[in-house]
């Protein structure tokens, strides 16, 4: 078991507290999977000073060998594949399959952005005038702020270093104080694939010691977080003063509409994996399924059968389905929304209880959890509870299925089983989410399409995709006249 540090100007240095945190198995938590530090407002204030000082240089560095750097460190991921998937497991709970998943992605979305290296397309557009040129091109901001949350541990972190590294920005990197291992593990990478020092700095601790320097540091230009609401709000109004580009990717309450003319084996399926994948713990979960009232009864006893029947343990044994949640706050988490949905009058399906015996003994499980005859207005139905909890909403349309899907405060992501097209389009312009799915669940993005959402969950921004690039870049239009003469913007028509 090891001592882990920050890594600062091309140096694994410990905090200025001299204080350290535990990171432990939620599957096991007799698991001790490290030591981290304990960092403070002034190992911040050093990475970004480091990361200032860098900027200078690493900007004026040819985006297409910034991106070689990036292609070997992609190729470093994939290398290591097993290993930091396993890491992740024993780190956050997520079972072996996805965690393997979450570093695929990372492995994609570097290499997919490292090709940005020689894209990064700006626009030439004819001139108004004689002998001049009009074009645009992508300027990077400088110290970028990475503020991260520990369900996906190395696939969020890529989505934001990577394309603001290829941009030519440079970064302080803060993850979740959940997952550091998996954040140090990514940092060696680039470390180890020529990365310049001060270029990333990694900083681990607590939210409100070092995340909340990096979003009030003048010299930080964007800060990208991926988190709740309630601290995606207190980002936003904390970078406000210094107008600082803010990309913030927040809470979700994702919904599947099923149509009565779904094929239901498919929309079982697509429920079971969109509700209990990760333990119910993706911003893209499926934590609401809106349901005709033609095929209710049906789908409810196909569904709760498939629930019931998961098995819930350590993500490393290969039989096991689904995992804990992440801590003992977010099982508490759980079984008090269990409490509120019960209060509130909606039918408990199956689930409902804490797993506490034999192999779940030392870890933070949840039976997977099914609320039916759930009213739109419910609590369970409007906040995210971030755990294996589903609420089953009946409806009499296809009208009343895109109102319920609209009707909270989130817009991440939706879906529909239809065997419909007409519906399936309408629903798809009618749901006002970042990322809509047909006859698939709401989790699952490939990384070259933007990722992000509407209302309480993003500001505006997306990321993966070229959408990526706008966040850590900005446009510069420029005019080049050759025409050795002063010209007048309106042409003289004698001149045509
Ligand atoms: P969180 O908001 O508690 O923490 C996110 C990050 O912010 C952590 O690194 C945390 O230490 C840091 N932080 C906390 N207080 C801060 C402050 N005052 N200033 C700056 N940083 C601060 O979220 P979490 O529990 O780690 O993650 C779960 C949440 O993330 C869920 O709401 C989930 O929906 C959301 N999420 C959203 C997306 C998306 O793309 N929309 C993706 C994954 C997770």
Redesign the pocket.
Same mark, same amino acid.
């Given at each position: 078991m090891a001592n882990h540090y920050n890594y600062i100007d091309g140096s694994w240095v410990p905090s200025d507290s001299g204080e350290l945190f535990e990171n432990r198995n939620p599957a096991d938590q007799s698991d001790l999977i490290g030591l981290f530090q304990q960092s403070t407002s002034s190992d911040a204030d050093r990475a970004i000073e480091a990361a200032r000082r860098a900027y200078l240089r690493w900007r004026l560095v040819p985006a297409p060998r910034r991106a070689e750097i990036l292609f070997r460190a992609a190729q470093l991921i994939a290398n290591r594949k097993e290993e930091l998937a396993r890491d992740m497991t024993r780190e956050m709970g997520k079972v072996l399959d996805e965690t393997r998943g979450d570093v695929q992605e990372a492995i994609d979305m570097t290499f997919f952005m490292a090709g940005e290296g020689r894209r990064q397309y700006g626009q030439t557009v004819p001139s108004e005038l004689r002998d001049k040129f009009a074009m645009s091109v992508r300027q990077p901001l400088g110290v970028a702020a990475i503020?991260?949350?520990?369900?996906?541990p190395m696939a969020?972190p890529s989505w934001k270093i990577i394309p603001a590294l290829v941009c030519g920005n440079t970064v302080v990197f803060?993850?979740?104080?959940l997952t550091p291992l998996s954040a140090v593990s990514f940092v060696k990478v680039l470390e180890e694939a020529g990365i310049p020092k001060g270029v990333v700095n990694l900083v681990t601790g !607590? +939210?409100?010691q070092v995340?909340?320097a990096?979003?009030v540091a003048e010299e930080v230009r964007v800060v990208s977080?991926?988190?709740?609401?309630?601290?995606?709000r207190?980002?936003s109004e904390r970078t406000a003063p210094s107008f600082k580009k803010t990309h913030l990717?927040? !809470? +979700?309450k994702n919904v599947i509409l099923i149509m009565d003319d779904a094929n239901l084996e498919l929309a079982v399926e697509g429920c079971l994996w969109g509700g209990f994948g990760t333990s119910g713990q993706r911003?893209t979960a499926a934590s609401r399924v809106v349901v005709h009232e033609k095929v209710y009864r049906a789908f409810l006893d196909q569904f709760v059968e498939r629930a019931r029947a998961l098995r819930v343990g350590n993500g490393l044994d290969p039989s096991t389905q689904m995992g804990p949640s992440v801590s003992r706050g977010q099982l508490e988490t759980v079984t008090r929304y269990v409490e509120i949905g019960r209060k509130e009058g909606a039918r408990l399906a199956c689930g409902g209880g804490v797993l506490a015996g034999g192999v779940h003994a030392k870890g933070f499980f949840h039976e997977p959890t099914i609320f039916a005859d759930v009213a739109p207005g419910m609590r369970i139905a409007q906040e995210?509870i971030?755990g294996p909890v589903v609420s089953v909403i009946p409806c009499r349309s296809f009208e009343e299925a895109v109102e319920i899907g609209n009707g909270v405060q989130y817009g991440?992501s939706a879906s529909i089983y239809t065997q419909d097209v007409n519906r399936a389009f309408a629903a798809m312009r009618d749901l006002y989410t970042g990322i809509f799915y047909v006859n698939a669940p709401t989790i699952g993005a490939e990384v070259h399409l933007p990722?992000?959402?509407t209302k309480a969950?993003?500001n505006g921004h997306r990321e993966a995709g070229t959408a990526a690039l706008d966040v850590f870049s900005e446009w510069k239009s420029v005019y080049v006249d050759f025409s050795g003469r002063l010209q007048r913007a309106q042409i003289d028509p004698t001149e045509l």
């Open positions: 503020i991260t949350p520990w369900n996906f969020i803060k993850p979740a104080t !607590g +939210g409100e995340g909340a990096l979003t977080f991926t988190g709740s609401t309630a601290v995606g207190t980002v990717e927040m !809470g +979700g911003c995210e971030f991440l990722f992000g959402g969950t993003g």
